[in-house]
T-cell receptor, first 118, second 112 residues
Framework: GAVVSQHPSRVICKSGTSVKIECRSL??????MFWYRQFPKQSLMLMAT?????????EQGVEKDKFLINHASLTLSTLTVTSAHPEDSSFYIC??????????????FGQGTRLTVV | GDSVTQMEGPVTLSEEAFLTINCTYT??????LFWYVQYPGEGLQLLLK?????DKGSNKGFEATYRKETTSFHLEKGSVQVSDSAVYFC???????????FGKGNQVVVIP
């Protein structure tokens, strides 16, 4: 299957600083990328949908000014957690679909990023 | 809204035992259904899928049948191995909709 690479896999940052997480589709063009947050023993919660060249669509309750998403090319989307606080500590996962993303098209997932804010 | 419900709690079983993980869904239309697996330290991988009622998805000895009458997509494997230890997520999406809705996931631990 197609490969989605997420970097870094782990990051520790100080409270108040910003952290950028990258998500790359290595062997396909991802028109649409998704960012999820996963709490311990919980499901993946969709944070936002990112379309190449346009503004991301955020889910209800997700602060767009805190979680900045940029999808500048068909192979790269970034999530920046701004002014991070300990409650932002979580596992963040990106995924990507080839093409327009019809309902039965497989989504490929990155390895995830464990963010710890101290 | 569209949602997926998985049985509560981790599943611990012995090697070669039979595995069942229950999944039921609520959807306004006719969803496609998926099982994803997350091995330790890795991202989610698609395990199998079914796109219409009565379809059976299968992969690596795992099977799940799309049951519209019971709105279920239970995952089964006849004889598990230690290497099957992972977290399993049931998910759905509606045709024409990019979004995947996930269940909470089930940790499966297979003991030698």
């Amino acid at each position: 299957g197609a490969v989605v690479s997420q970097h870094p896999s782990r990051v520790i940052c100080k409270s108040g600083t910003s952290v950028k997480i990258e998500c790359r589709s290595l062997d396909f063009q991802a028109t649409t990328m998704f960012w999820y947050r996963q709490f311990p023993k919980q499901s993946l919660m969709l944070m936002a949908t990112s379309n190449e060249g346009s503004k991301a669509t955020y889910e209800q309750g997700v602060e767009k000014d805190k979680f900045l998403i940029n999808h500048a090319s068909l192979t790269l989307s970034t999530l920046t957690v701004t002014s991070a606080h300990p409650e932002d500590s979580s596992f963040y996962i990106c995924s990507a679909r080839e093409g327009p993303g019809l309902g039965d098209t497989e989504a490929f997932f990155g390895q995830g990023t464990r963010l710890t804010v101290v | 809204g569209d949602s997926v419900t998985q049985m509560e709690g981790p599943v611990t079983l012995s090697e070669e035992a039979f595995l069942t993980i229950n999944c039921t869904y609520t959807a306004t239309g006719y969803p496609s259904l998926f099982w994803y697996v997350q091995y330790p330290g890795e991202g989610l991988q698609l395990l199998l899928k079914a796109t219409k009622a009565d379809d059976k998805g299968s992969n690596k000895g795992f099977e799940a049948t799309y049951r519209k009458e019971t709105t279920s997509f239970h995952l089964e494997k006849g004889s598990v191995q230690v290497s099957d230890s992972a977290v399993y997520f049931c998910a759905l999406t509606l045709y024409g909709n990019n979004r995947l809705a996930f269940g909470k996931g089930n940790q499966v631990v297979v003991i030698p």
